[in-house]
């Protein structure tokens, strides 16, 4: 695993804020307890499934003394949940008095769009940031290869996300960002 030395955190992992670090699943216990040396209070997992790594992700949070929530996002990839579904993660986030991770299995998609409105909502970061932020870390192949089956399933819940938070923005921000639209 390598380690990022500016941050003192595996390549994976990414800051945030100073209260949310986003990143992929927690699969090892060495590393969820590295990451409590890390003032990381309380993870967030994203994932709707059921296999084994779930509940021991569970167990070892609670064996170091994490707080573990499972915020289930939809497993259809195709369309961004209601409001309130994030709502409840920001709020999460926004009480947990140390640092919160948050993921899914890979980090990319459904913690990109939580992530994506945790931006908007509380950082009030400007929509190119948090647009590029989310092409760089979960949704590289709108650019890098468009055509492609991935691409074309991955610009369904994009634009979703777009139609909802940016509605009368989408054109300017696929000229700005330079993505092809079809």
Sequence with gaps: MKINPKTNLPNYMHIVDDKLIRGKALTSPLIIYKIKRQNITQIIDLRNTSTIKRPLEKFFCKLFGIKYVNC???????????????????????????????????GKRRTGI???????????????????NMLDLGYKELKSNPKSSKAVRLKTIFNDFLNKYYPNEITEIY??????KN
């Design 72 to 106: 289930k996002y939809p497993h259809r990839l195709n369309y961004v949940p209601d409001i309130d579904f994030f709502n409840r993660i920001n709020t999460l986030i926004r009480n947990n008095n140390g640092k919160t991770y948050i993921h899914c299995e890979y």
């Design 175 to 180: 000229k700005k960002l330079n993505l092809p």
């Design 114 to 132: 939580s992530v994506a409105i945790y931006e908007q909502q509380y950082l009030k970061k400007d929509k190119y940031s948090i647009i590029q």
